[in-house]
Structure formats: C-alpha cells, structure tokens
C-alpha cells in the first residue's frame, strides 16, 4: 500500500514537473513548428496518463516477482492492443491525430493497471476466503 500511495505522489510531482517543463524542453528543440505542435499535443495528454503508468510499472514487476508472470504478460498485451484498436478508431476513424494517439496509450496503460490491479485483489479475497474456511474447519 505505502508503495502505491509513493507512485501516486511522484506521478502527481511528475506529472507537474512534465507541464512546468515542456514549454522551456521544446524550445530548445531545433524542430518544425508542426512537429512542435504535434509534440506539445501528444505530450500535454499523455502527462496525465502518468500515474497509471507508474503502477502498471509496479504492479506488472510485482506480478513477476509473486510468480505470476503469465499474467503480467496477458494484461500488458490485452492493453497493447486496447492501444491498437483505440488508435484505429480515434486516429482513422474520429480524427483526432496525435491527441488520439496520447489517449489511446494512456487508455491502454489504464487498462493494464486496472487488470493487474483487479487480479491481485480477486486474489487476495481467494486468500482470505481460503483462510476462512481453514479456520472454520479447525
């Protein structure tokens, strides 16, 4: 918990640090003023996605660390290709380009962390419930 609670703190201190910051990082890129619009777009979005990704980080490496790596894996491509088909639809179908594109990332990370986040606590109930029933048994 307190690991969470720490992710949710630097991704809100990242996520600040990303908006104060992309003005004065973009100017001293040497780019097209259309690659700069587009950059700023992506990257505006995709700051606020920052926090899921952090704990789609963690908890895909505590999934990995408890054993369970297979299902890390099937989270992470179920929301990789979450980010597939959001981007079909918000890029080619809605029309909203690179914004469509960040939101599409940021969806699919939600998605990962959210799954991970469900597996680990429909896995502590069984836990718990295991526990229960040994103890009514003895």
Do not use: P, W
């Amino acid at each position: 918990t307190f690991l969470i609670v720490v992710n949710i703190v630097v991704g809100i201190i990242m996520t600040l640090i990303g908006y104060l910051c992309m003005n004065m990082l973009f100017s001293q890129m040497d780019v097209s003023a259309d690659i700069l619009h587009h950059t700023k777009d992506y990257l505006s979005l995709y700051l606020l996605f920052t926090i899921s990704i952090l704990l789609m980080n963690n908890f895909s490496l505590y999934l990995i660390a408890a054993g369970k790596a297979t299902v890390s894996f099937i989270c992470s491509v179920a929301g990789g290709v979450l980010n597939i088909v959001l981007d079909y639809l918000f890029i080619g179908v809605i029309g909203m380009g690179t914004e469509g594109a960040a939101i599409a990332t940021g969806l699919g990370y939600s998605v990962t962390t959210m799954l991970v986040a469900l597996f680990s606590v429909i896995r502590r109930i069984f836990c718990i419930l295991r526990g229960l029933t040994f103890l009514l048994m003895y």
